[in-house]
């Protein structure tokens, strides 16, 4: 079932009308349906229930504490690559040993952060970190538990800048220095292996990068109990894809079979770190249409979003689709949505069939609850919009609308000045 759908030719989400959403937080903002976030992370859950399993929901996907919040509530974990997503993770009540902390740059005091509270692991992504934290450990008195980010060189047939795991890219360790990292680990006093963890890319559509990358995890675990390392943790990192337009990825159930086919029967704990696939669909954004034009060869539709709202169109070239918020029967026209930002990659649609809007008219900007508010900003001193939470019949303000005051907190001009 799917929450966003028309009733009498009016967007609904679950039993509300977007359009009086909008007409009470005023626009731009961004609406989640719980219902779907729900069943999405079921859905995942739920394929894997027949293995040992922790499902730790990719917090950058999107941030929201009630988001968050309804995750920790159905028992998942969280994956993590700030302190700043830590910081959230516990206030929406996530359990400090279902946390696991990923990311190639971890600061020192994020990494002190992470021991203080006592995470599950830590994804060491180079040897100069496993140092790092070797030492800050020493220096807490704590012991970090980690397993070794494996760079698996699979192409995940993504686009370039959301493929990470091939040699050409930053993330993880090769894996013929991740033997070397592991005993490396061995020596080190103030660490614990407990694990081992890949993720290859995200928005991956086909189950075959996944499979190739297991099958490569495998051998280095073969290799680790030759040495006398066994791990307790697989983590399978995330990326599943999901459809924004007509791609057809793998379901859960299916992505799961193919995993727990390849792993065959083990005694580890498999972690995966979902976060498109779980709260992608679940979210729009809605925005109202200020003006429209023609140049003679193009027709231009303006709202009040822009790409400081959502980034995903003129970063990846992404494709969300754009729906009318009250159908009509005017027909459709070819045009670009852009936003009211100085830039000609302000853009969330180009070329597209839309049906033919008026002034004040909203338009729905479908598949954004992933990547979505978390990657917004104040570009060109614009607020940053509310977020809305909506179940049954009716819905939440989750985060306000900024104000301008909000704008300035923190700034400080010079005494001469
Ligand atoms: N685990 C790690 C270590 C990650 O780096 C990521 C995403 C995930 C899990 C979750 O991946 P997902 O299941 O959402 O594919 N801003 C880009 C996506 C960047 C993904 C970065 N890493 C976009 O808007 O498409």
Known sequence: M???????????????????IAEQVG?????YSHATLKRHFHAFADAFKDVDNLICFSAKANTNLAVLKLFSNLGGGLDIVSGGELYRG?????????IVYSGVGKRI???DYALETGILMFNIESLEELDS????AGVLKKRANVSIRVNPDVDARTHPYISTGMKKNKFGINTEFAIKGYKAAMGLKNVKIVGIDCHIGSQITEIKPFEDALKSLKLLIKDLEAYGINIKYLDMGGGLGITYNDEVPPQPAEYARAIKKSLGRTKL?????????IVGNAGALVTKVLYRKSTGVKEFIIVDAGMNDLVRPTLYKAFHAIKPVVLSEEGEIVA??????????DFLALDRYVQRVHQGDLIAVMSAGAYGFVMSSNYCSRLKIPEVMVKENKFHVTRKRQKYEDLTKGEKIPPYL
Do not use: M, W
Request: charged content about 30%; aromatic content about 8%; overall charge negative.
């Open 27 to 31: 626009t731009p903002l961004y609406i």
């Open 269 to 277: 704990k498999l972690i995966l770190e979902p976060g498109r696939v």
């Open 336 to 345: 670009d949505i852009v936003g009211p930002i100085c830039e000609s990659g």
């Open 90 to 98: 516990l206030k929406a009540g996530f359990s400090p040993e279902k």
């Open 109 to 111: 005091d994020e990494i």
């Open 2 to 20: 799917n929450h966003f759908a028309f009733r009498d030719n009016e967007l609904y989400c679950e039993e509300v009308p977007v359009q009086k």
């Open 133 to 136: 934290i070797n030492k800050r």
